[in-house]
């Protein structure tokens, strides 16, 4: 059988690893996932252990390489894609100091605030693209030497766990220009780390990785890993980029105006632009893909972890139901919402259940139903959830709009994907066409596609369009649009008149 040809992108995510082999033209060869936890020490914290991490890919990449028949020789390249965010504190030998701390950890919760108020934090954001956030490690740092400042003082290096596993490969301290511009720590202008933020940290450029283009291509493997996973010592290894960066490339939202919109567990908007973009009001953020591209877009915290939520704190007879059906409690859950009226019957949510990210930032963000009555039923409940995930992403497009102008073209992706019912509801939040490529592997394709572009295999990134098929096509409704229109004005409304009574509550919260 005929195997030459392959590319293998490898996807570090929150909570799995997934390698997938591609051909040369991006169709799936075979693919292998390893899931682990997410480690929860304390309250409103986020670790997971990087050698675990480590584990995972090794074992994806060789039972993805088995299962696809694939010969060493065979395989092009290779291209990696990690979560943002995270950061380890190793010493002098690479051993971790600590856990990886990842996008999710909110400890450095008041060190934002000061960051915000007291420390330049929007004029730190205009120079490096990340939003002042307990997700970024600029917060995390700034914790740290606040909160552990012996072990701040011992660390040799602070760096991702991309860099954590590169390290392990290749013994190796480098960092693409797109982890590194989601640390709050890189300057988008000089392609650098930046010397005032570091100044303010105390830290040095030596206990920080050297940046590097995503097209950046390693060498020098361990032999004994290459061996354990399947590949040539000397296969290109191509550093990459983030995930959501690459999911752009992997749907194929890569010309001017064209958005990617993901709804996985939670949720991200993000275009293309060729120049750097910042926000006056702060609310969006801008990461590098090349230099030349560079992606400017938002994360939401809340996605389909609520209707998650849902099903489990509120959906027993559903789930029952569906057992003896043989079904998936969701689709009977969306089955419910269905039956509802755009607009809930006036039911509205506020989706801030895990605080949210983009565009308000605001970790004490709490999740609101508004406006229940005695006729609402738990259909309208579900409904209104799904209605504001929708509102959640429809508030980030608008920022990203103010930014760059208008988008006409949205190609979406992730778990919420597989529903007609949800896409359709989007479509008309938007009030645009929706597109839906059929790739489901987003990240690990703009991966493999970094990589197949650094080696010479591609002659441009646009070049991965012409790989995806679309599969489903919704065209708004306009009726549905206005309501949903109506209700987005009450949706913001709300959230700006909640604001202090979102700090309160969540410092009640804490106190428990």
């Known amino acids: 059988m005929e195997t030459r040809g392959r590319v293998i992108g490898i996807d570090i995510g929150t909570t799995s690893t997934k390698t997938v082999v591609f051909t040369e033209k991006g169709k799936v060869v075979a693919s292998h996932a390893v899931d682990y936890p997410i480690i929860q020490p304390n309250v409103g914290w986020a670790e997971q252990d990087p050698d675990v ?32 965010h995270a950061l380890i504190a190793v010493d002098e030998n690479g051993a971790p100091l600590t856990r990886s701390i990842i996008w999710a950890d909110n400890r450095s919760t008041k060190q934002a605030e000061k960051l915000l108020q007291h420390m330049n934090g929007h004029e730190i954001y205009k120079r490096t693209g990340t939003p002042i956030h307990p997700m970024s490690p600029l917060s995390k740092l700034l914790w740290m030497k606040e909160e552990e400042p012996e072990l701040y003082k011992s660390a040799y290096k602070f760096i991702s766990i991309k860099e954590y596993v590169i390290y392990q490969l290749f013994s190796r301290y480098v960092v693409d220009y797109s982890i590194a511009s989601a640390t709050g720590l890189f300057n988008l202008e000089t392609l650098n780390w930046d010397v005032d933020v570091l100044g303010m940290l105390n830290i040095s450029t030596e206990q920080l990785s050297t940046p590097v283009p995503t097209t950046y291509i390693l060498s020098g493997m361990k032999p004994e890993l ?102 998936d409690p969701y689709d009977l859950l969306i089955k419910y919402a269905e039956s509802v009226p755009a607009g809930a019957d006036g039911l509205l949510f506020l989706p801030f259940l895990s605080g949210e990210r983009a565009p308000y930032w605001n970790a004490n963000a709490r999740g609101t139903f508004f406006g229940i009555n005695l006729q609402h039923k738990r259909e309208h409940f579900i409904r209104a959830v799904m209605e504001g995930v929708c509102m959640s992403v429809y508030s980030v497009a608008l920022a990203i709009r103010d930014c760059t102008g208008p988008l006409t073209e949205i190609r979406v992706s992730g778990g919420f994907a597989k529903s007609p019912f949800w896409r359709q509801m989007l479509s008309d939040m938007m009030g645009k066409e929706l597109l839906v490529p059929e790739s489901h592997e987003a990240s690990a394709l703009g991966a493999a596609a970094v990589a197949l572009y650094a ?58």
């Open 53 to 84: 991490i480590c584990a995972a890919v090794y074992k994806t990449v060789s039972v993805a390489i088995e299962k696809g028949n694939v010969l060493p020789e065979d395989i092009s390249s290779i291209g990696i894609s990690t979560a943002m």
């Open 455 to 512: 080696v010479g295999k591609i002659d441009s990134l646009e070049e991965v369009k012409d790989w995806i098929d679309i599969v489903h096509h919704h065209v708004p409704n306009k009726e549905n649009t206005a309501i949903y229109l109506e209700m987005f004005y009450m949706y913001e409304r709300l959230y700006n008149r909640l604001k202090e009574e979102f700090d309160c509550i969540a410092a009640f919260q804490r106190k428990q």
């Open 226 to 327: 290459a061996q354990k996973m399947g590949i040539r010592k000397d296969t290109p290894v191509v550093i990459g980029a983030s995930d959501g960066v690459l999911a752009n490339v992997g749907v194929g939202a890569i010309s001017p105006g064209s958005a990617a919109i993901t709804i996985g567990t939670s949720g991200a908007v993000r275009t293309i632009s060729s120049s750097v973009n910042t926000d006056e009001k702060g609310r969006t953020f801008c990461y590098a893909l090349t230099d030349e591209h560079w992606v400017i877009g938002g994360p939401t915290n809340n996605g389909g972890i609520l209707l998650r939520w849902l099903r489990d704190e509120f959906g027993s007879p559903e789930q029952e139901v569906a057992r003896k059906l043989g079904i």
